[in-house]
């Protein structure tokens, strides 16, 4: 398995400012997911982060608005950027697991934008 | 996004039954995952299933890789007030290690 934490755990921002959100996992893994949970949706995956490499972007989500940092194995950030009430959300990280199948979650940060 | 079909949608249910969900897809995978989710918390991991036909347990909760690798159910044995939440399925697509997520399955037990 694999324990992850976010910070912070929740926020409230002004419209047209940015919040970066970081992700810390407790062991080195390959590949970090970056989702979005919309009030009483499910979840949507909005990029991969691979350490080393740029972030693979999910349709509908762009580079502009969700800059995402994957600076080492452990360790992830997701921006976004100018944001809108439409950005109120729930963002999730995830890791894959060590086996490699599995996807483990941090707590997530509650966004709400005014 | 993409996204799994998951039924039902919602469920209230009394104290000690059992449950069952399920997700299907018109989609093939090589992996279901299952999580529940408490407000205010992410996803945690229930149970993992690796091939099809494969029946897995996890104290009360058991779960099965649909034969056809479209689908997979998973069923709750005497229910209890914290087995409260929203249940979602996951599936990761053949040849991809991305997983889909189903619309989930939001649960109360009534005591």
């Known amino acids: 398995s694999a324990v992850i934490s976010q910070k912070p755990s929740r926020d409230i921002c002004q419209r047209g400012t940015s919040l970066t959100i970081q992700c810390q996992v407790d062991?080195?893994?390959?590949?970090m997911f970056w989702y979005r949970q919309q009030p009483g949706q499910s979840l949507t995956l909005i990029a991969t982060?691979?350490?080393?490499?740029?972030?693979?972007?999910e349709s509908g989500f762009v580079i502009d608005k969700f800059p995402i940092s994957r600076p080492n194995l452990t360790f992830s950030t997701l921006t976004v950027s100018n944001m809108s009430p439409e950005d109120s959300s729930i963002y999730l990280c995830?890791?894959?697991?060590?086996?490699?199948?599995?996807?483990?979650f941090g707590p997530g940060t509650r966004l709400t934008v005014l | 996004g993409q996204q799994l079909n998951q039924s039902p949608q919602s469920m209230f249910i009394q104290e000690g039954e059992d449950v069952s969900m399920n997700c299907t897809s018109s989609?093939?995978?090589?992996?279901w995952l299952w999580y529940k989710q408490d407000p205010g918390e992410g996803p945690v991991l229930l149970i993992a299933?690796?091939?099809?036909?494969e029946l897995t347990s996890n104290g009360r909760l058991t779960a099965q890789f649909g034969i056809t690798r479209k689908d997979s159910f998973l069923n709750i044995s005497a229910s209890i007030p914290s087995d409260v939440g929203i249940y979602f399925c996951?599936?990761?697509?053949?040849?991809?290690?991305?997983?889909?997520f189903g619309t989930g399955t939001r649960l109360k037990v009534l005591a």
């Open positions: 995830s890791s894959e697991g060590t086996g490699g199948n599995e996807q483990f």
């Open positions: 062991s080195q893994v390959t590949m």
């Open positions: 982060a691979n350490q080393g490499s740029e972030a693979t972007y």
């Open positions: 989609s093939i995978f090589n992996t």
């Open positions: 299933l690796y091939k099809a036909g």
């Open positions: 996951a599936g990761q697509l053949s040849g991809t290690y991305k997983y889909i």
